[in-house]
């Protein structure tokens, strides 16, 4: 008998049921074997089209997720101190009419008192939409301070991003360059991705300080420097310019790098594109000579040189401006090598490798295509180049530019949704830029009333900005404010702060879900948690009102003031929505959906259930009938029901009464029924000749038009030259209606260049560099995924502490051995640790895995448990804000779009006596609710189940 055999015959449980892990956010399908109503194991759904059967050691572990002795079981009210962890538990009625209570009054009297703000939650479409029924635009998830850099660097350039928007053609791709990616972004799509390559012998160049993971089975590791990855790709591109190995055709046809851009310098059209009558931009006819309609299909466009418009003003082609700046000397790889950490020939020989691989090991598929123009293609010719980038990217000041570069460099190869490429996941791309303004201007937000628009969006000039007539910013995060512009994910980690500090208006009430925002994501959570607890002289919290959903008794949990129990991910309705981050692939369209496959054995609810039921209460107008009758029984309920625009709703699978319709249609009663018995998940596979070249792909544009992913069928254009950034440098530079204060006139100039700029990290620029001259960053583990991951009782066996990694050679030069203690200096505080010595980072760098740390009696571990008395952070050494300016303390974030940036910490390690670790984080143990059951001493998981035990 087979092993596969003798598993059929020797099922696990009674009963299996499919649904969608959330032990990180990668998505995949699961099944669940329960036995007596109780989980018996989890495996991977080989029909599921993210995971195709992987789990990871995080999925596998969901069950003790599921038996955690820290899931809260019943609503709290704080009766002690914040941070003390006294509550009284209270009914569902009784935390409901209280939040009812407290909302109510801020939605009648300023809406914007609310600060709604979530964390790794997969339910934004709700989330977002609620906020704007409410009416506050105060509302934003954890994009500000994990990966917005790259999401708005890649929808401002090529209409789609890295990880969530897009993925390598892992069947076709015959070189990958992998920048900043730990083990945690992306996790089973991207070993599964990776199993790919080793097989067909691909060669894998990881970009990265750290060596660990997926650098470790890298063909070959260059272990940068933190931060200077944007001079790498600038020197890469100066090497392809030099060399002449851009794909010229490819960038005439499909991105702006022929079109014209005016040149006039101290005007206001200077850094514009030169336009028509129509507003069409215009590119220079070789064969006419003359300007035409840039995408006019018989065009031979001119790509360099000046020329003269009709109108006697001078312009030259967007590619010829991007070709000035990155052959410039200062990128040349000699002039770079010494900063990035990487030798110049290396340096080059990397751009002839991706020069050889692009261009001549083209690949050509036997699939005839239309173009957006009409011209009939043969075939689908690709260049055989991808790349991959996450958070070591995006986490930087820089972090911005240097996404936006990787992008360009990708255009010039000529490597774009081809065969072989990086591909673009259905439904995207969208239109560069998307069309959908953030909501918050003073005309949107009334009392009483829902906001006109979501509260978060895509600006497109000035005008967008949520500012008052003073430049003063409108949200509590200062997202879309001259602080950051662009901050398309808001700032969740300036929330804290801003409203401790009443910068720009107080608040009355923070309302978080799942996020950690005392503990792990917090820069310094020990100056956080004085934030959160701050009085005014009255003796009234300086916050006054805090509102907390968890499953768990996290660290956030001490600091509300009333805390709303969630259920976990194996017991509740949920949506991977089309209109958030859905599970499609280059292939096609995809979403998904969990289902309850326990029943909560707890006083606890869906946090998505009391956010339609407190909806209702409030009486918020998408959420009561006319006669003001709750609108929905409950999430479910919404998910079936709920139209976003005629036709549309969360769910693109089964739709129509009777379930005939995909991407648009009417809601369908037994749609949740329908993706049950599919697995919990919707797949539509496109046609052959609509799965590459999306952008100006005739038949995929229309397609995607039919379905609702666009408005209309017309080509996106990449874009090498976001004309958008230089209608904000304008603005800087004192044209047009709406200007940035003077204070941040500068900055605005700087940064909003449509060109990819590199420039030092703030902090670094900062500080004094011999003084702190070594990087230091945090890396997540392949099998722990924020907080949630280090309190499940399996995976502490994995990581239950954590030491600061050092190379061998620097220690060595630093009179360090292995497992010494050190103290870790920044410019803000001191971390006290003891360290590994490795061969496998980059010798300026130091390192450590992060969130292991746990503060006692949070999450219900023991209080004297390895994490919270050997694990520690780095996050106390890092600032919220930058050192002092001329003018104002900035955010320590990225300029354009708010990003935080983690990764641009700069450290000195001293000698420490050997003892204890010291993080200044707050350490005093929290008190467990008594609701809370004990921990277990000794964990008996499975007792039950083997024959004559008990359970413990
Ligand atoms: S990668 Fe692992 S933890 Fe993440 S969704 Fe997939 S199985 Fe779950």
Redesign the pocket.
């Known amino acids: 008998m087979s092993k596969v055999e003798a598993a059929a015959a020797h099922p696990p449980g009674d009963r299996v049921a499919c649904t969608t892990?959330?032990?990180?956010?990668?998505?995949?399908g699961?099944k669940v074997h329960l036995k007596d109503g109780g989980i018996r194991y989890i495996e991977?759904n080989r029909d599921h089209p993210v995971?195709r059967g992987v789990?990871?050691a995080?999925?596998a572990a969901g069950i003790m997720q599921q038996y955690s002795p820290a899931r809260l079981t019943k609503p709290l009210r704080r009766v002690g101190p914040r941070g003390s962890g006294e509550f009284r538990e209270i009914e569902w009625d009784d935390a409901l009419a209280t939040a009812t209570e407290w909302l109510d009054a801020i939605r009648r009297s300023d809406p914007r008192k609310l600060a709604f703000f979530t964390g790794r939650d997969q339910s934004q479409a709700l989330t977002g939409w609620w906020a704007s029924q409410f009416g506050t635009p105060n509302y934003a998830a954890h994009g500000g301070f994990c990966s917005v850099n790259m999401a708005a660097a890649g929808l401002y350039t090529v209409g789609g991003s890295f990880w969530e928007f897009g993925e390598p053609d892992w069947d076709h791709t015959r070189y990958f360059l992998l920048f900043g990616v730990a083990e945690d972004h992306d996790?089973?799509p991207i070993k599964i991705g990776l199993g790919k390559l080793r097989r067909r012998g691909v060669k894998i160049v990881s970009i990265n300080p750290v060596r660990t993971g997926y650098s470790a089975i890298a063909d070959e590791w260059l272990g940068i420097r933190p931060g200077t990855d944007g001079l790498l790709v600038f020197a890469l591109i100066h090497e392809l310019l030099r060399l002449e190995r851009v794909d010229l055709a490819f960038l005439a046809r499909y991105t702006d790098a022929s079109w014209l851009v005016i040149r006039n310098p101290g005007k206001a059209d200077d850094g514009l594109f030169a336009r028509d009558a129509e507003g069409r931009a215009l590119a220079w006819d070789t064969r006419r000579d003359a300007a035409v309609d840039a995408q006019a299909p018989d065009i031979a466009p001119r790509l360099a040189g000046e020329v003269m418009l009709p109108d006697g003003r001078r312009a030259v082609p967007a590619l010829h401006l991007l070709a000035e700046r990155c052959l410039d000397a200062q990128y040349a790889p000699d002039a770079v090598a010494s900063r990035c950490g990487i030798a110049a020939e290396t340096i080059r020989r990397i751009a002839r490798e991706l020069a050889a691989a692009a261009f001549e090991q083209e690949i050509a598929l036997d699939i005839p295509w239309t173009d957006s123009a009409g011209r009939r293609h043969a075939k689908m010719i690709g260049r055989p180049v991808s790349m991959h980038a996450m958070r070591g990217i995006s986490a930087h000041s820089n972090g911005f530019h240097t996404c936006r570069a990787i992008h360009v460099l990708q255009m010039l190869l000529g490597a774009i949704d081809t065969p072989g490429s990086w591909r673009y996941k259905s439904p995207y791309p969208r239109p560069v830029t998307p069309a959908m303004k953030p909501a918050g201007h003073a005309h949107q937000v009334a009392p009483g009333h829902a906001m006109s628009g979501p509260p978060l969006g895509f600006p497109l000039a000035p005008e967008d900005l949520l500012v008052d007539r003073d430049g003063a910013p409108r949200r509590i995060d200062k997202a879309f404010s001259w602080d950051a512009p662009l901050g398309l994910h808001g700032l969740m980690h300036m929330v804290i702060r801003n409203a401790w500090a009443g910068d720009p208006y107080p608040i009355d009430t923070l309302f978080l879900y799942m996020a950690n925002m005392s503990w792990n994501s917090a820069m310094d959570p020990a100056e956080t948690t004085h934030m959160l607890s701050d009085k005014v002289p009255s003796g009234d919290y300086k916050i006054p009102r805090i509102i907390y959903s968890d499953a768990f008794y996290s660290e956030m949990v001490a600091y509300a003031d009333l805390v709303l129990p969630d259920t976990t991910y194996l017991e509740r309705w949920d949506c991977i929505s089309l209109l958030d981050r859905p599970i499609g692939s280059a292939e096609g369209p995809g979403d998904a959906i969990r289902q309850p496959v326990v029943q909560p054995d707890r006083d606890v609810r869906p946090f998505q259930d009391v956010l339609i039921d407190l909806g209702a209460r409030l009486g918020l107008p998408g959420l009561v009938t006319a006669a003001g009758k709750p609108r929905y029984r409950d999430y479910a309920d919404y998910i079936i029901r709920h139209e976003r625009k005629p036709g549309i709703g969360l769910l693109a699978g089964w739709r129509g009464a009777a379930g005939e319709h995909v991407g648009i249609g009417a809601p369908n009663p037994l749609q949740l029924e329908r993706y049950v018995a599919n697995g919990c998940f919707w797949t539509h596979h496109l046609p052959a000749d609509q799965l590459y070249f999306k952008y100006a792909n005739r038949a995929y544009l229309e397609n995607a038009t039919h379905m609702g992913f666009l408005e209309r069928a017309r080509p996106i254009v990449l874009q090498i030259y976001p004309e958008v950034l230089q209608k904000f440098r304008l603005a800087a530079l004192g044209h047009g209606s709406v200007q940035p204060p003077d204070h941040h006139r500068a900055r605005i100039a700087t940064y909003f260049d449509p060109l990819p700029i590199w420039y030092m990290p703030f902090e670094e620029a900062a500080i004094d560099r011999d003084a702190f001259p070594l990087h230091a960053v945090t890396q997540r583990p392949m099998p722990i995924?924020h907080s949630w991951g280090s309190q499940n009782a399996w995976l502490r066996q994995i990581y239950n502490q954590n030491r600061l990694y050092v190379h061998r050679r620097k220690a060595a030069s630093l009179g360090l051995g292995d497992d010494d203690w050190v103290w870790v200096v920044s410019a803000h505080h001191r971390v006290k640790c003891q360290i590994r010595l490795v061969d496998g980072v980059n010798p300026d760098t130091v390192w450590t895995w992060n969130a292991i740390a746990k503060r006692a009696g949070a999450w219900n571990i023991a209080p004297d448990a390895p994490e919270a008395r050997r694990a520690f952070l780095l996050n106390p050494v890092i600032s919220e804000l930058l050192p002092p300016g001329e003018r104002e303390h900035h955010a320590n974030a990225d300029p354009v779009t708010g990003q935080a940036a983690w990764y641009d910490l700069r450290i000195r390690l001293e000698p420490a006596s050997a003892g204890a670790v010291d993080d200044t984080a707050q350490r005093a143990p929290l008190r467990v609710p008594s609701s809370l059951p004990p921990a277990p001493l000794r964990l008996r998981y499975g007792a039950p189940f083997a024959p004559g035990e008990r359970a413990p």
């Open positions: 892990c959330y032990m990180c956010a990668c998505r995949c699961i991977g995971n789990l990871c995080k999925g996790s089973n995924y």
